[in-house]
């Protein structure tokens, strides 16, 4: 059986066509192969076929499509049985396909070879795989179903994966001189995308090297025109070069143009490697280990398995992986940080860790994209650094990697597809998954099962925990405990939790409320994988007070992975004074825990418990309450924590905060960073949550708070996602004032994810939104973010007048000095890079006058240390640039290189001034800190290094 969604959605049968019925059916078919062999689970199934207004009836129509496409594969398949291909799964369905059988798989593995190759200096072999791959594309991805459904998320990523995959095959193809290959895909990648400019730019180089100089100066006329008619801009940097090159040059014959390629860098794209050894290996030593955990008993036929780090890396040329893996509630995730904490001696370079949540009870996995995001903020790389593609991602954690000897520790993972490319190829790496699966698709891992505990190793854990007198004592109520337990560790734990908060209650009395809790003995008699875990909480809840038992409740049903006390106190309406003490009686009773300090987190088994309960035994109206007002503390604090980042963000009146709810008492931007970074999993969980629950004004509101932080510190995947859901909120609201403002975080999500088209027209839309409103801010934050749109894409005209712009109706009436500070220093650093030092220096000396934030100060003084430099006044650059580090503090406020580019430029200035000394010094510190994935930025600094030029123009507008 074959399986095409990369063009029309097809299966074929011994090369005979399957009738798969109408377009609906072939969408859902479309969604499951979207997910590449993954579970989809039924909500994400009704959002992707209905989108936010699902019929009354969509959960029946599911179903049979469901049926409709189990009998279309396997006709003569009785009725309600999977068969083979269809098959449930984690609360929804999985289709049962593999790169055999599924072009999209396929091409990934095609993609995968080639990175390699490449990885290995083989560029030639790299092209061979990247023609493989492309060549699986018959057209647009799922071509033939409804267009609603074909703009979902999954689609269009899909979409954006394949452009990715042809720019990179291009540049090889160049590099190699062997563009032909390539030529049909990227043609057609450019006529899908025919305003992608890094595409039309490498047609145009493809087209010359290929012979064809007329067309390809054709071409470049045409998308010249288009963007000019469309959009109003003329052709950036990568275009205007690979256009000049061939207008420059006379027909070329056809033969040699094949064979040698264009000439002139354009031609060539760059494809150096840091040069200098080690280059990482001091950047980032993380420690993320849990703590080990104080009362650690049994496992020792476990431990014994697992070898000595020596050992394990003997002969070995790839990381090492070891799967611990067994039912929930079996003490994987105790066993592996012990284990970890007793060989982490041996892994000089940090330790990492990371919860997949792949049993989670939301049933929301972490997706490797957002786990290799987590893993390379963990080793220091800068969320504007990390790829869009999540392939990228992987080569790049694999980069930082390399030559390293790191132990990383993964946790609650659920498939080998989700663990696999977080694993570094490093030979000194360890890796330990923890799994309720046994990962056999995760090649080369040792698979280590754990079972109950033995009831030898079950008494010692009571004795550890309870003391050996208490255990001893009653040795026949404490053989029933442990059988009524059946060895699961959680149990047993919550157990001894009780028996330690009750001092006075024997092990018999204990015992015969186990007992009770279960039914009777008979029903007991082999063990049970849920049974145990659930009898045990059942009777923990109700020895719980009613403050607790409450609380216990509400925190099952609140989105996110863990939970802050004052979120807490939101939740249950209580102060936070009032919070403590049934959080402190739940975590006594092991019911919930404090994994850092402040922060409270469930065993996925307790959590899934916890929400049961609060089904049972909470009215509705309770439920939603409870929400609200979770939802207006994490609104209320976020609006104040942005307020501290950017001064005057928000000015949409947010509504009215339910009665007992109080915000965070945040008074300074370190904290504000700080609150957001410790929520931010939570925060985007509630969101989320909401969204699906229809409360757009919360949605909108929070998703603009928070994005204030995010667009400064996370990846561009994630801070997309939330605009768009904020936007679709705000279209549901039909109030253009938010929209307008949904549109805004929209287009500078776009400009971060590198879709300057869409990101140019979000803030084409969002302008004009605020003009028809009168909105002078809207319209001038507008303007400052086009003046940026247009910097980073070297239009400096078109950016000069939006600062311009900016500027106006920053001085207008009910404007704060914030704002114009901030566009004076953006019409200071666009007449810089006009060549205009001098002017740019007065605008941002002044800009420096009115500005009161610490983030936008050490902008400024980086401007007005580069304008001093380009005036050669080398002495006031190094003072402004040092200023500048000062005001950061290391505190990576503008989450991105910042740093890195103010110790380069002042290494630069140290040298000019004749101290070569320290401007090594700095150079090194920057390199140190420089996490830019784009390698000429080291490249560059390596060679100032080895004795080269300081000379060089800045990367990135502040």
Not at 227 to 240: F, K, R
Not at 508 to 537: C, K, Y
Not at 554 to 581: K, N, Q
Not at 821 to 843: D, F, K, Q, S, T
Request: contains cysteine; aromatic residues 6%; charged residues 20%.
């Amino acid at each position: 059986m074959w399986f095409t969604l990369l063009g029309p959605v097809r299966v074929l049968r011994e090369e005979r066509e399957v009738r798969l019925g109408g377009p609906q059916q072939r969408a859902f078919l479309a969604l499951l192969l979207a997910a590449a062999g993954q579970p989809v689970g039924v909500d994400d199934l009704v959002d992707g076929l209905w989108g936010q207004d699902p019929p009354p009836t969509a959960l029946n129509v599911l179903h049979r499509n469901v049926g409709r496409l189990r009998r279309a594969l396997e006709p003569g398949l009785p009725a309600r049985e999977a068969g083979r291909w269809l098959l449930p799964a984690a609360g929804g369905y999985r289709l049962a396909v593999d790169a055999a059988g599924a072009d999209l798989l396929r091409f990934r593995e095609q993609v995968a070879r080639a990175r390699a190759a490449a990885a290995e200096d083989r560029p030639a072999e790299a092209v061979d795989h990247y023609v493989r791959a492309l060549g699986l594309w018959q057209g647009a991805v799922a071509a033939g179903i409804p267009p609603a459904v074909r703009a979902r998320p999954v689609f269009v990523a899909l979409d954006r994966e394949y452009a990715a995959a042809v720019g990179v095959a291009a540049n090889y193809a160049l590099a190699v001189g062997r563009p032909a290959p390539l030529l049909p895909a990227v043609r057609a990648a450019a006529e899908r995308e025919p305003l992608d400019e890094l595409l039309q730019a490498r047609l145009v180089q493809l087209l010359a090297a290929t012979g064809r100089q007329s067309a390809a100066r054709d071409h470049y006329l045409q998308v010249r025109a288009r963007l000019a008619e469309d959009l109003g801009i003329d052709p950036g940097p990568e275009l205007t070069a690979a256009g000049e090159d061939v207008l420059r040059r006379p027909a070329a014959h056809g033969a040699q143009a094949t064979m040698t390629g264009p000439a002139g860098p354009a031609a060539r794209p760059s494809m150096t490697r840091p040069t200098q050894p080690g280059v990482w290996a001091s950047v980032a030593r993380p420690a993320q280990l849990p703590a080990d955990p104080p009362v650690f008993e049994g496992r020792h036929a476990e431990l014994a398995q697992l070898p000595a780090p020596e050992e394990d890396h003997a002969g070995s040329d790839a990381a090492q992986v070891r799967v611990i893996y067994g039912m929930g509630g079996i003490g994987k995730t105790t066993l592996a940080v012990h284990w970890a904490h007793q060989v982490a001696h041996h892994y000089a370079d940090g330790q990492l860790f990371l919860n997949l949540r792949g049993f989670h009870p939301s049933d929301q996995a972490m997706s490797a994209g957002e786990a290799l995001d987590a893993l390379l903020a963990g080793l220091g790389v800068a969320a504007e650094e990390i790829p869009v593609d999540v392939e990228a991602r992987a080569a790049l954690l694999r980069d930082r990697v390399a030559g390293r000897r790191m132990l990383l520790l993964l946790d609650n993972a659920r498939d080998a597809r989700q663990v696999r490319p977080l694993l570094p190829a490093s030979p000194g790496c360890l890796v330990i998954v923890t799994s309720r699966n046994r990962l056999d698709g995760l090649a080369g891992a040792h698979p280590l099962v754990l079972e109950p505990l033995p009831a030898r190793e079950a008494a010692d854990l009571l004795r550890a925990r309870l003391g050996a007198a208490r255990v001893e004592a009653e040795p026949d109520a404490t053989a029933q405990i442990l059988s009524l337990c059946g060895g699961l560790p959680l149990a047993l734990v919550a157990v001894a939790a009780h028996a330690l908060t009750h001092p006075s209650f024997t092990l018999a009395s204990i015992a015969a409320e186990l007992r009770q809790a279960r039914g009777n003995l008979d029903g007991f008699t082999g063990f049970d994988a849920t049974a145990a875990p659930q009898a045990v909480f059942s009777w923990s809840y109700r020895a719980l007070t009613p403050a607790a038992a409450r609380l216990f409740r509400l925190l099952g049903t609140a989105p996110g992975p863990d939970i802050s006390a004052s979120a807490a106190a939101g939740l249950a309406g209580l102060s936070l004074s009032g919070v403590r003490p049934p959080l402190l009686e739940l975590t006594a009773a092991h019911l919930l825990t404090e994994h850092v300090p402040g922060r409270f987190t469930f065993h996925d088994l307790i959590r899934a418990y916890a929400a049961e309960t609060a089904a049972e035994e909470e009215a509705d109206h309770d439920v939603t309450a409870a929400l609200h007002r979770l939802l207006d503390h994490y609104l209320r604090t976020a609006h104040r924590c942005s307020e501290l980042i950017k001064p005057g963000q928000n000015t949409i009146p947010f509504p009215e905060p339910r009665d007992g709810v109080a915000p965070d008492p945040i008074d300074d931007t370190v904290r504000a960073l700080a609150w957001f970074g410790a929520e931010e999993d939570a925060v985007l969980a509630t969101v989320e949550h909401a969204a699906r629950l229809g409360l757009d004004h919360h949605v909108a509101h929070l998703a603009w708070s928070a994005h204030t932080y995010l667009i400064l510190m996370r990846p561009a995947e994630r801070v997309l996602a939330l605009a768009r859901t904020a936007v679709r909120a705000t279209e549901r609201l039909g109030d253009p004032r938010m929209h307008a403002h949904a549109l805004h975080a929209l287009a500078s999500a776009c400009t971060r994810a590198g879709l300057p088209g869409e990101a140019h027209d979000a803030y084409r839309r969002a302008l004009s939104l605020f003009t028809e409103l009168g909105d002078v801010k809207g319209q001038s934050v507008a303007h400052l973010e086009l003046t940026r749109l247009h910097d980073r894409q070297g239009r400096y005209q078109e950016a000069l007048r939006h600062a311009r712009r900016c500027l106006v109706l920053s001085r207008q009436e009910g404007a704060t000095p914030f704002e114009e500070a901030g566009a004076l220093n953006a019409v200071g650093w666009v007449l810089i890079r006009l060549g205009e030092p001098r002017a740019g220096l007065a605008y941002s000396r002044r800009s420096l006058k009115l500005q009161t934030n610490v983030v936008g100060q050490s902008f400024v003084l980086y401007t007005i240390g580069w304008a001093h430099h380009l005036l050669g006044e080398h002495r006031a650059a190094i003072d402004n640039y040092r200023r500048s580090l000062a005001l950061g503090g290391g505190q990576s406020w503008h989450g991105r290189d910042h740093d890195a580019l103010v110790l380069e430029r002042l290494g630069d200035a140290l040298a000019a001034a004749g101290d070569p000394d320290a401007a090594r010094s700095s150079w090194r510190a920057a390199l140190e800190r420089l996490y830019d994935s784009r390698t000429e930025a080291r490249a560059a600094l390596t060679a100032k290094l080895d004795g080269g030029s300081s000379a060089g123009q800045d990367r990135r507008s502040p």
